[in-house]
């Protein structure tokens, strides 16, 4: 498997954040197993492909927090989470604050941007 297509795959997570991207989808559409490209995806970006997905949505949903005034509840679901509730503690367990602290206090946190697979 070629670095081309670990990018590949990171665009693909991008293109279907939203969507619920799971391992079994993508490996489907990049045409390998998902043995293969879990193994793949964790070597070249650093972390296993759920711990990355959970990562990024969790960081766009703070991205949301800080430029829009929409509901939680709709970022959560927007984002696959179950509940409010869930997303909060999610939020909570990564970043330190509830969603809600973080939307009017903004303290400094660590994001997870799209990673740049080299």
């Known amino acids: 498997m070629s670095v081309k297509t670990v990018e590949d795959m990171v665009e693909w997570v991008e293109h279907n954040i939203e969507n619920e991207p799971t391992l079994d989808r993508m490996a489907a559409d990049m045409g390998y197993s998902k043995f ?5 995806f964790h070597e070249h970006v650093g972390m296993s492909y759920k711990e990355y997905v959970r990562k990024r949505k ?3 949903a ?9 509901r939680l509840i709709d970022i959560a ?3 696959g989470f179950s509940s409010h509730e869930a997303f909060t503690r999610a939020f909570q367990k990564s970043y330190g604050y509830s969603p809600s602290y973080f939307r009017v206090n903004r303290p400094p946190i660590l994001l997870h941007e799209k990673v740049n697979v080299i």
Request: proline residues 0%.
């Open 36 to 40: 293969y490209c879990s193994a793949k």
């Open 62 to 70: 703070a991205d949301l927090l800080l430029k829009t005034d929409e």
């Open 77 to 79: 679901v927007r984002y």
């Open 58 to 60: 969790l960081t766009l």
